[in-house]
């Protein structure tokens, strides 16, 4: 299993990104995107289960950042709204073998290499 997360990049405060995480040798199931700043630790962002159904947001990225999916495409998305310069983080996307999703990294076997997103004040 391969991810392919893309779509980082510099922004001001207040701005919009959209973030893709791409599978390849396998169907993403559960899937989610974790972000982990400069000094800190990985903290789990989003995730969304299989089928869409399911979806989990942490209280800090709640009704600004939004998951989905195309499983026709085996793709993850984030559009991220609202930019804060606290959300300035290395963002991962992960997969796992289960048709839910999970808010701990170790429920995740596979890992993409990372976008960075950066927000200016």
């Known amino acids: 299993v391969q991810l392919q997360a893309s779509g980082g990049g510099l922004v001001q405060a207040g701005g919009s990104l959209r973030l893709s995480c791409a599978g390849s040798g396998w169907t993403l199931y559960g899937t989610g995107w974790f972000r982990q700043a400069p000094g800190k630790e990985r903290e789990f962002v989003a995730g969304?289960?299989?089928?869409?159904?399911?979806?989990d947001y942490a209280d800090s990225v709640k009704g600004r950042f939004t998951i989905s999916r195309d499983n026709a495409k085996n793709a993850v998305y984030l559009q991220m709204n609202s930019l804060k310069p606290e959300d300035t983080a290395v963002y991962y996307c992960?997969?796992?073998?289960?048709?839910?999703?999970?808010?701990?990294?170790?429920?995740?076997?596979?890992w993409g290499q990372g976008t960075l997103v950066t927000v200016s004040s």
């Open positions: 969304i289960s299989r089928s869409g159904g399911s979806i």
């Open positions: 992960a997969t796992n073998l289960r048709l839910d999703s999970t808010t701990s990294a170790e429920g995740y076997a596979y």
